[in-house]
């Protein structure tokens, strides 16, 4: 099974910058076989992207990426081959989209409180039809000239321990692993070297955890490796890619990096025959 596959993409329709069929035409320049697109708690991207993989050639899986709380912290987890029209998913992503929209009101009041006079608007205006997040304000507040920077954004007002920082909804693990099991995809811990402890990985394999994210912009060498050993150990899935959001968010491109294609075939052994 030789080729290389992109299991970790956003696009316009949550935080990414590009079109799905962007992100497909991406995948095809860099030569991947397969590239999986994953925005966070949307489904939106996935028939245009399915469609684009479909002419190019080049295979789409369908993806999401989930959050849920564990010991206080925000963890993400990736969704694979799990089917889109599925009811329990279509449902949990609209509530927790709402849930979203209500969190991203008080971020804005506690900016207005401090004097920075950013209106809903401008961040409707970047996150359109998308779940509304941080990366959707810190662009409202650049384009406004409130930051001189994206990153600064996070740095001076919207960053974990910054002022302006409101959590999520909690959602606990379980119940998202759940809901990708029950659209019969696969649950897999993204970027666990982004500040995920032991404790945490742990705590979702109990929970019934597929696979694990080793191959990320953010992970070192010594990480991956480490990551890699565990998913061997623990008889886990292994999964990677770029984490790509668009020039500007980030350094990686559709692509770079990017794993084996093997890994793909090892989450259809997985899987099973499908329908
Ligand atoms: P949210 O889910 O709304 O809390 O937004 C989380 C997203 O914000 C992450 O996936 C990152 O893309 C982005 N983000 C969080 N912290 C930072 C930071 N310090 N610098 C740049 N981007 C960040
Ligand atoms: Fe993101
Ligand atoms: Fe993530
Ligand atoms: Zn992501």
Partial sequence: MTGSADLHTHTFYSDGLHSPEEIVAAAKAAGLRAVAVTDHDGLDAI????????????????????????????????????????????????RYRRSRGVRAEEIIRRLNAINIDLRWDAVLAQAGDAAVGRPHIAAALLEEG????????????????????????????????????????????????????????????HAGLDGIETVHPKHAPDQVRHYQRLVKELGLLESGGSDFHGAGRGESSVGNPSVPYRLVGEMKRRLGPRP
């Fill in 47 to 94: 028939p245009a992207a399915t469609e684009a993989g479909r002419a190019a050639g080049i295979e789409v899986i369908a993806g999401v990426e989930l959050s849920v709380e564990i010991e206080n912290r925000d963890v993400h987890l990736l969704g694979y081959f799990i089917d889109p029209t599925d009811e329990r998913l279509r449902n949990h992503l609209d």
């Fill in 146 to 205: 409130h930051v001189d920077t994206y990153e600064d954004a996070f740095q001076r007002y919207l960053g974990n321990d910054r002022p302006c920082y409101v959590k999520k909804v909690s959602v606990p693990p379980d119940e998202a692993i759940d809901v990708i099991h029950a659209a019969r995809g696969l649950a897999v811990l993204a970027h666990p070297g982004l500040y995920t402890p032991g404790s945490t990985i742990d705590l979702l394999v």
